[in-house]
């Protein structure tokens, strides 16, 4: 279990916080699991944009999938998966969505509001926490669950900022 963000982050807007996720999305990989929570607002939403962006999807149609749950986007080589739970109520919604077939697949899922639904995430992912500083400013706290992840986290620390590990 992971006790410590291994990557804090505040983004002083919206433009900054897409970059950040498009500096992601060039480094993921079929099977990889993003979860994502924070407030509404925080940015959640805005990142995945730049996911997308970074994994070769046109952003302009990546949009909360808040009422229909799931959204799925063609990417370049990969696709994204891109799943918001807040609507979701109790185990047996979440075990009727069929969560399972979508972790470790052939695309890139990423979760909005994954809390309750802890028993079909898998042991290795990729959590950022997101919060407010202010009415631009925010705060993504990242989170490295198995080797994969770890090292995801040491190669977005190069990519995004010259750091090395």
Do not use: C
Request: a negative charge; zero cysteines; hydrophobic letters at 35%.
């Amino acid at each position: 279990m992971n006790n410590g963000a291994d990557l804090d982050i505040v983004s002083h807007g919206v433009e900054q916080t897409r970059r950040l996720g498009a500096h992601l999305g060039r480094l993921l990989q079929r099977g990889d699991t993003i979860l994502l929570e924070g407030d509404f607002g925080s940015g959640k939403t805005t990142f995945t944009q730049g996911i997308a962006k970074g994994m070769g999807i046109d952003s302009r149609y990546v949009n909360s999938p808040t009422f229909t749950l799931i959204n799925e986007y063609e990417g370049d080589n990969i696709s994204l998966h891109h799943i918001d739970l807040y609507r979701l109520e109790g185990e047996e919604q979440l075990a009727t969505l069929g969560l399972e077939e979508y972790f470790g697949g052939e695309g890139v899922t990423v979760v909005e509001w994954p809390s309750g639904a802890a028993p079909w995430l898998p042991d290795d992912r990729l959590m950022i926490k997101f919060s407010y500083v202010n009415d631009t400013k925010r705060t993504l706290r990242f989170y490295a669950f198995g080797e994969r992840y770890t090292r995801l986290m040491d190669d977005l620390k190069q990519s995004a900022y010259g750091l090395q590990a």
